[in-house]
Structure formats: structure tokens, C-alpha cells
């Protein structure tokens, strides 16, 4: 127990493919209000153009940022762009992921 009663649990990952998946941005802000989580967003696939979501911390994977024909993918301001390595330290540091 820390300071106060405040119970603070491991971070969560969530792990997006799909840029109108409403139900993952409905949980994901939910969790993100909680401030018993830390939440963590990475947008991969069709997913790295989504903008940021207020109170988590929003990632972008870098691969991902370009199409199979070379075809550059705008990544939203405030979105971090991380590369495998990044997404393997956070898989390893978070308590749960959701793949959506």
C-alpha cells in the first residue's frame, strides 16, 4: 500500500489494428479515466493514424508507418512512434495487453 490508500496497479497495454474499433477506444479511455491504471496505447497496422488518447500513453508503431507500396502513413502529433524493441519493453513491463 503506498501513500494514502492509493492502489495503484501495473500498467495495461492495449495493442490497436483497427482505426474505428469504437469498442477498444471506449474501454481504452474508460481504463485511461481510472487513475488506478496506467495505460499504455500502441496503434499498429491499418491503426497508426489514430489520434492519441487523452491519459494514456499513445504509440505508434514505426514499421507500420509505411504501406506495402512505400506509401507514407501520417502518425498524429502526440503520438510516439516506437520501433519492436519499445514494444517488447512495454509487452514485459505491463500487467496486461488486449489485442483489439
Given at each position: 500500500?503506498t501513500?494514502?490508500?492509493?492502489?495503484?496497479?501495473?500498467?495495461?497495454?492495449?495493442?490497436?489494428?483497427?482505426?474505428?474499433?469504437r469498442?477498444?477506444?471506449?474501454?481504452?479511455?474508460?481504463?485511461?479515466?481510472?487513475?488506478?491504471?496506467?495505460?499504455?496505447?500502441?496503434?499498429?497496422?491499418?491503426?497508426?493514424?489514430?489520434?492519441?488518447?487523452?491519459?494514456?500513453?499513445?504509440?505508434?508503431?514505426?514499421?507500420?508507418?509505411?504501406?506495402?507500396?512505400?506509401?507514407?502513413?501520417?502518425?498524429?502529433?502526440?503520438?510516439?512512434?516506437?520501433?519492436?524493441?519499445?514494444?517488447?519493453?512495454?509487452?514485459?513491463?505491463?500487467?496486461?495487453?488486449?489485442?483489439?
Amino acid at each position: 500500500m503506498t501513500n494514502s490508500g492509493d492502489f495503484r496497479v501495473k500498467p495495461v497495454l492495449h495493442i490497436v489494428k483497427k482505426p474505428d474499433d469504437r469498442q477498444a477506444f471506449d474501454i481504452i479511455t474508460a481504463q485511461a479515466g481510472d487513475n488506478a491504471y496506467g495505460v499504455a496505447v500502441v496503434f499498429i497496422q491499418d491503426a497508426v493514424s489514430s489520434p492519441p488518447v487523452d491519459g494514456t500513453r499513445s504509440c505508434a508503431l514505426a514499421k507500420d508507418e509505411k504501406t506495402l507500396d512505400n506509401t507514407l502513413i501520417r502518425v498524429n502529433p502526440g503520438v510516439e512512434l516506437i520501433n519492436y524493441d519499445d514494444l517488447l519493453r512495454l509487452i514485459f513491463s505491463v500487467e496486461s495487453i488486449t489485442v483489439w
